[in-house]
């Protein structure tokens, strides 16, 4: 079923579904879904494997060490934290899960990773009860679980560790589980991924990396599902022209300098700034635009670019931040569509433009796909309660400001060439919010 508008070029579908083309005109009970809903993959040092998992803003702040392995003012978060400055839900997935897993003589990390190395567990005997053992586990020098058992059999796993049944408990002062890894991350991981978010619903997928292969795939992926799918969402990636309005090329590099913790050097990805838009993107309201916004993240972003290096990078398709009056400002909330074609025009530049289109392609299919398909007869009394359900569907859109001119005399509600087909027609205004003043002073 085509959940949010897949394309087509005649009336030959095959699967039952809601088709919506959006087309440029030649220049000479439906309601409006909410945003804030993210993807991404995720290198992480712990949580769950090979698996899709979704984290909402309050489960990040609250649950964060047990979700993610630390807390929420870790260093190790701090694009997460970004991430989740305008975003309210996550559809995470972890690329490097599936590593070894930490162990010692007691317990086993419940996931693979290095996180699993900072795992402690510490047997004492029980002051009341000297035939019984207190077993508390430890993160970092952290209490996060303590059972008393009188043998290891009894211990319940927690959300750090599976126990060995068969461990003969003594006293003993606090043992590091040991030899967890993380997996090395391969193209092969992308593709589980992808595979595996695919019949999620989200507004913005993004993905940190500066390799062109996988930038490649994520292009194509969301090209596919866009088009051919009708799944409705934008992707955010770093430096890769796209020429399409499914897609946001982001120009900026983050330049934070290199930290070191236990002896290890960390380089900061300069693809960063993909964590921040992806959640402003997707938490836009479509009678929003993100232009001008100012960047409230952590990371350092490099804006040294001419006027004139700003405007090539909106003539071609890039999404840049500059400084303004000392602060790091959105320039333009903008596409990496170029091209421009009667299907195509100026308008499909404008992330704005799209959010809304989008938008109109989810409600209008889960309106088709909940009330119509395969219940309303496809007679004139049906095709009028379509109709009428759409006006209102319009109308709340032109009260939000996000289309203008709604004229209810040009939608058309008509069968298609089959007695199972409906064919929808109406030209949309598209409201985008000011971006240039043009004045003429005239002095008398």
């Known amino acids: 079923m085509a959940l949010g508008g897949g394309t087509f070029t005649s009336q030959n579908k095959v699967l039952p579904g809601a088709y919506i083309n959006f087309i440029s005109a030649n220049r000479a009970t439906a309601s409006v879904g909410d945003r804030g809903v993210a993807t991404m993959p995720l290198e992480l040092d712990w949580g769950q494997e090979n698996e899709v998992f979704t984290v909402t803003l309050k489960d990040f702040q609250k649950d964060c060490k047990r979700i993610f392995g630390y807390d929420f003012t870790h260093d190790k978060l701090k694009g997460l934290r970004d991430l989740f400055l305008h975003c309210k839900v996550l559809h995470a997935y972890r690329l490097n899960g599936g590593g070894t897993k930490a162990t010692n003589t007691f317990a086993t990390a419940k996931y693979g990773g290095i996180r699993g190395n900072d795992i402690r567990i510490a047997i004492t005997t029980n002051v009341d009860d000297e035939d019984v053992f207190d077993v508390s586990t430890y993160l970092d020098t952290t209490l996060v679980d303590t059972q008393t058992v009188t043998s290891a059999s009894e211990l319940k796993s927690n959300d750090w560790v599976d126990f060995k049944a068969n461990a003969s408990l003594s006293a003993t002062s606090a043992v590091a589980l040991a030899g967890g890894t993380n997996k090395t991350v391969t193209g092969a991981e992308h593709q589980s991924y992808l595979d595996a978010i695919e019949s999620y619903s989200f507004n913005t997928i993004g993905v940190v990396t500066t390799d062109d292969t996988t930038k490649t795939l994520y292009i194509s992926f969301t090209k596919r599902m866009r088009d051919e799918v009708g799944a409705k969402f934008q992707l955010v990636i770093y430096n890769k022209a796209a020429d399409y309005e499914g897609v946001i090329n982001l120009k900026n590099k983050c330049i934070d300098d290199a930290t070191v913790s236990d002896g290890v050097t960390t380089y900061p990805n300069e693809a960063n700034a ?70 195509k025009g100026e308008d499909f530049k404008s992330n704005q433009t799209i959010r809304v289109l989008d938008q109109i392609a989810i409600d209008v299919a889960s309106l088709f796909n909940n009330k119509y398909l395969g219940d309303i007869p496809n007679d004139a009394d049906g095709r009028t309660s379509l109709w009428l359900d759409l006006v209102k569907y319009y109308q709340e859109l032109e009260k939000l400001r996000a289309i203008e001119n709604f004229n209810p005399d040009t939608l058309s509600v008509e069968q298609g060439n089959t007695h199972k087909s409906v064919v929808v027609s109406n030209p949309v205004t598209v409201v985008n919010a000011m971006a240039q003043l043009y004045m003429t002073v005239i002095v008398a």
């Open 274 to 343: 993909v964590y921040w838009l992806t959640g402003a993107e997707s938490e836009c309201q479509i009678n929003k635009t993100i232009q001008n916004m100012k960047y409230d993240g952590e990371y350092e972003i490099d804006t040294k670019y001419t006027q004139t290096q700003l405007s090539a990078a909106l003539t071609t398709g890039e999404f840049v931040f500059h400084k303004s009056s000392n602060e790091v400002r959105v320039l333009d909330d903008v596409n990496s569509l170029v091209t421009v074609t009667d299907e």
